[in-house]
């Protein structure tokens, strides 16, 4: 039997449905138990608990985990960023491949219109410490308390004068009637390694396969696959339309009149692409997902 060289930590609560499709998609399944925290995973060389994002870095810093997956937010609310190896920042939140951000709103209809003119006023957040940074650094005195939850809510019940929350898209946040007034932090997800972990050359090894694979999958996932049959009298005016990693790949067919062109392209460019290629003459144009693009 082998026993595992690595400790793994997989952010549970909002990343963990994510970062668990994340990891299937780099080629390990994760498959998780009604009643632990002590997921399976197909990796032998491998262990992995769940925890929450908020603990994650300190397991990690204690040794108690040798690698794991957490936002730039907690590690800074946690004071540990120079206690753990960031690995690398692995831009995913829970419906999207994009950083969230934590910004200061107000009531819609409130007077205040900059960060200054919540001196003296009460400010609810769960990111108490980051939130007590940026307020000092700015040399504004506010009351900060700790918000167990439904901060959008604490000033809508008049509880708080303003909040500090995390937002994608700011939806949510204008949704309760609020209104963002500045950015406090930009966050993602990192990958981030214990010293000792990092320091062995064997437990180093399996935590840059991780890497590897993950930032692979990520980057897949912007990406598509086109293959096509072109004739060959116009192989240069297809050519001409098609961006690529390197250089798309042209192979003959045994009629020598066209060519298989195939090459990776950006997701968002296919719509527009494919009338083009076909108004040069290709033909049988094939469209697919990627894994991994590494």
């Not at 609310?77 to 692995?90: C, F, I, K, P």
């Not at 000033?155 to 949704?175: K, M, P, Q, R």
């Not at 049959?229 to 009629?255: E, F, H, I, K, Y």
């Not at 108004?279 to 693009?293: D, P």
């Amino acid at each position: 039997m082998t026993i595992p060289i690595l400790k793994l930590g997989v952010p549970k609560g909002s990343l963990e449905e994510s970062t668990l499709s994340l990891f299937e998609r780099a080629g390990w399944k994760i498959r998780k138990h009604i009643r632990n925290y002590f997921p399976d995973i197909n990796d032998p060389e491998l262990s992995v608990s769940l925890c929450r994002a908020q603990e994650m870095s300190g397991y990690v810093r204690d040794g108690v985990l040798d690698v794991g997956l957490t936002g730039k937010d907690w590690i800074h609310e946690m004071g540990d960023q120079d206690a753990v190896v960031t690995v690398s920042n692995l831009v995913y939140s829970k419906t999207s491949n994009r950083p969230c951000r934590w910004v200061l709103a107000v009531a819609g209809d409130s007077p205040y219109q900059k960060p200054e003119d919540l001196a003296g006023k009460r400010i609810a957040t769960e990111l108490e410490g980051v939130t007590r940074a940026y307020f000092k650094n700015k040399g504004i005195d506010v009351d900060v308390y700790y918000s167990w939850g439904a901060t959008e809510a604490k000033v809508v019940e008049g509880l708080a004068d303003g909040i500090v929350e995390v937002t994608e898209t700011g939806t949510t946040i204008h949704a309760h009637g609020l209104r963002i007034i500045d950015e406090v932090m930009v966050t993602n997800t990192m990958l981030i390694a214990n010293k000792e972990a990092w320091a062995d050359p064997v437990r180093r090894k399996k935590i840059q396969q991780i890497d590897l694979l993950l930032q692979g999958a990520l980057a897949a996932e912007a990406m598509v696959c086109l293959k096509m049959n072109a004739p060959a009298a116009n192989l240069d005016g297809v050519l001409d339309l098609l961006p690529s990693l390197n250089s798309p790949t042209v192979a003959p067919q045994r009629d020598k009149q066209w060519v298989s062109v195939e090459t990776v392209v950006e997701t968002s460019r296919v719509r527009d692409l494919i009338p083009l290629l076909r108004e040069a003459g290709a033909e049988g144009i094939i469209e697919y997902a990627l894994n991994k693009v590494i």
